[in-house]
């Protein structure tokens, strides 16, 4: 054996391991998505399984729920990064100067992030809670009425969307500040020298020189808030009346709950290929602005 | 007297923006330590924030709660899944980048960008499929089932293979001279220089295993299997349902997590992930 089919052979001895389980758990169950959202698959009846052609997107573009789920995640999506990415950038400006217990605010306002999503889904369903939650009880105190948060189909999303906020604002906050950071102080000095006021700064200083960091942010943020199910699933179960399903959650639904695979199969690669494709324009932008 | 006031105002404002993000740990900590009525008593004042007066009542919760379900066990899954997960983590990733870093190979290309395009799957939307494969290979509520998928991942193997191509090929070629073959290599020489690749890729995976729900939730029937995620479900779904029981569980799937972040946070930063990797 020469030496080089010798490298190939303990190559791939090297790559076995990643490439079987990429392949047995991402590669194998994409192309089945594929190829079962063509067919009327029923988790029970295996063997009665039929090619139906298009006849499951046909479906999903009648089913109300599918639809409503779409309209729900495009709230969530327009609603959270405004909030969350707004927030961190907010907070990192705030403790981005010298002070003396700044350590403390930062430790402060990453705190959330340390919780799991579960946690903080549990956590706040006890603070929300309409007639006996601490949250109302606060607002009572101070003069306003009480709120029906999630048991309000108007104000579940919305709530939903603060509690993400709330969770993952600190995190982005950190990388803010290490933007924040890179910037060389000699700009502001120089800014200084001009007479430059705070406000100006910031417009055509801060911001400008923030522009990768924002945006790489921006786009995490946005293929991470596509993917929502757990909040809604423990907070809401998708309710009231369907007003936080989400495409995921009801992916899970049909194909798990119902074991209709076809059906939820077709879902699947509809939604897969929406998030496939910012995912390709997230990586076209960060290239670009040379991130 | 104006730069004075002006520094109260801002310290003000800024300990009410603290407080936001801190009363609802405070809520869940201290709940977890009073009677289950007295948290209801309290929610109308500052009691609502403070543990009983009485420290003897401090880790009733805790004692009823251990009693009532079999929290030692489900602490032990979730410390035996994510332990798991994360040396699996870094030896099958660290394998695979050492491939991509430092070998010539047929098809390395071919391979390397069909491992970027898969980036672009998103796994969550493939969990109904990624079900069927574990019930086709028979892993189905097993141990096995909750930790293997979460073992190899691009983002992971590339951060690997670029930690690895800076390696010298001098060093690789001088151990070789003396006789070491490339499995010796990767666990004597490549493994322990790679230090700090290890530290983040051990620290995310720990807590992506940890934190997960979703997929254990699916595959494990027996609750002796469930991970502390799907047991604090399962907990708040229990009738009766007590609040400081539940405040109780949360706070013990929480404790872990802390001790990981403090010990690891300079690793944490690294994780936001695909192939924007430019915050330094």
């Known amino acids: 054996m020469n030496t080089t089919k010798k490298e190939s052979l303990a190559a791939y001895g090297f790559l076995a391991p990643a490439l079987l389980l990429l392949g047995l758990f991402l590669v194998i169950p994409a192309l089945l998505a594929i190829y079962y959202a063509f067919t009327d698959y029923y988790l029970l009846t295996p063997d009665k399984r039929q090619f139906v052609g298009l006849a499951n997107f046909i479906e999903i573009f009648k089913d109300t729920i599918f639809l409503q789920s779409l309209k729900n995640i495009v709230v969530f999506v327009l609603c959270v990064i405004p909030v969350q990415v707004g927030a961190a950038l907010g907070l990192a400006l705030l403790i981005n100067k010298q002070r003396r217990g700044n350590i403390f605010f930062k430790v402060a306002f990453f705190a959330p992030v340390v919780l799991s999503l579960v946690v903080i889904s549990v956590l706040w369903l006890y603070l929300l809670n309409p007639s006996e939650g601490l949250i109302n009880s606060l607002l009572v105190n101070i003069g306003f009425d009480a709120q029906p948060f999630l048991s309000s189909p108007k104000q579940a999303m919305y709530t939903i969307v603060f509690v993400s906020a709330w969770q993952g604002a600190g995190y982005q906050m950190l990388i803010f500040l290490a933007g924040l950071q890179n910037i060389p102080g000699t700009v502001y000095e120089a800014a200084k020298i001009d007479g430059v006021s705070k406000w100006q700064n910031f417009i055509y200083i801060t911001m400008p020189l923030l522009k990768p960091t924002s945006i790489l942010i921006m786009i995490t943020t946005l293929i991470g808030a596509f993917k929502l199910i757990i909040q809604p699933m423990v907070m809401t179960q998708g309710g009231p009346m369907n007003s936080t399903i989400t495409p995921v959650y009801y992916i899970y639904q049909t194909g798990f709950s119902d074991r209709l695979i076809g059906y939820s199969s077709a879902m699947t690669v509809l939604f897969g290929i929406v998030i496939a494709i910012v995912t390709l324009i997230q990586s076209k932008v960060t290239k670009e602005e040379n991130i | ?280």
């Open chain 2, 1 to 280: 007297m104006s730069k004075h006031g002006r520094k109260i105002v801002e310290y003000v404002f800024l300990i009410f923006l603290a407080c936001i993000f801190v009363f609802p740990l405070v809520w869940m900590i201290v709940s977890s330590m009073k009677p289950e009525a007295s948290i209801y008593l309290d929610m109308n004042s500052i009691k609502a924030l403070l543990p009983s007066y009485n420290p003897s009542e401090w880790f009733q919760t805790y004692k009823a709660l251990f009693s009532r379900f079999n929290v030692l066990q489900y602490v032990w899954n979730s410390v035996f899944y994510a332990a798991i997960v994360t040396i699996g983590s870094i030896i099958v990733n660290g394998m695979a980048g050492y491939a991509f870093a430092k070998f010539q190979f047929r098809g390395k290309k071919f391979l390397f960008g069909l491992l970027l395009v898969l980036l672009i799957v998103p796994a969550e939307t493939i969990i109904i499929t990624q079900f069927t494969v574990a019930h086709g290979i028979g892993v189905l509520n097993t141990r096995l089932a909750v930790v293997l998928p979460m073992m190899a991942s691009m983002f992971f193997i590339y951060l690997f293979r670029n930690f690895f191509m800076a390696v010298p090929d001098e060093i690789i070629e001088s151990v070789k001279l003396d006789g070491a073959n490339q499995w010796t290599i990767f666990w004597r020489i490549m493994l322990p220089m790679s230090k700090p690749a290890i530290a983040t890729v051990g620290t995310l995976s720990f807590i992506a295993s940890w934190n997960d729900y979703l997929w254990p939730l699916m595959v494990l029937t027996d609750t002796s299997k469930f991970p502390l995620q799907v047991a604090i479900t399962n907990i708040n779904t229990t009738e009766p349902v007590y609040t400081n029981q539940v405040m109780a569980i949360l706070t013990v799937s929480t404790i872990p997590l802390i001790i990981v972040y403090i010990i690891a946070q300079k690793y944490i930063l690294q994780g936001l992930g695909g192939s924007g990797t430019g915050i330094k």
